[in-house]
Nanobody, 123 residues
Framework: QVQLVESGGGLVQAGGSLRLSCAAS????????MAWFRQAPGKERTVVAT????????YYADSVKGRFTISRDNAKNTVFLQMNSLKTEDTAVYRC????????????????WGPGTQVIVSS
């Protein structure tokens, strides 16, 4: 079992930066691959970034590549999403998720989800 709680969301101007955190509780956090998803009103939820258990392999959606960085600190049971050069299109509810699969391939393989944190990017 793992419980996830996001923090760090808020209002930021376009071109600015924001760092999201996802704090995990429960046993063996380091055993779970982690991901960040986002969903804007009226749109499908999409994956933003993923990171493997050790933190040395990452994946990014094309829309955020070069601007966002996912990382994790297993000693602190926390995963981060550093968001730079923010655009209005990044406005969404951001959720972190954990998977019991060794190498998750689809959204349905993420079984644990945080409640989400709102990010609003103004122009």
């Amino acid at each position: 079992q793992v419980q996830l709680v996001e923090s760090g969301g808020g209002l930021v101007q376009a071109g600015g930066s924001l760092r999201l955190s996802c704090a995990a509780s429960g046993r063996t956090f380091s055993n779970y691959p982690m991901a960040w998803f986002r969903q804007a009103p009226g749109k499908e939820r999409t994956v933003v970034a993923t990171v493997n258990r050790s933190g040395d392999r990452t994946y990014y959606a094309d829309s955020v590549k070069g601007r966002f960085t996912i990382s994790r600190d297993n000693a602190k049971n926390t995963v981060f999403l550093q968001m730079n050069s923010l655009k209005t299109e990044d406005t969404a509810v951001y959720r972190c998720a954990a998977s019991t699969y060794l190498v998750p391939k689809v959204e349905s393989q993420y079984g644990y989800w945080g409640p989400g944190t709102q990010v609003i990017v103004s122009s």
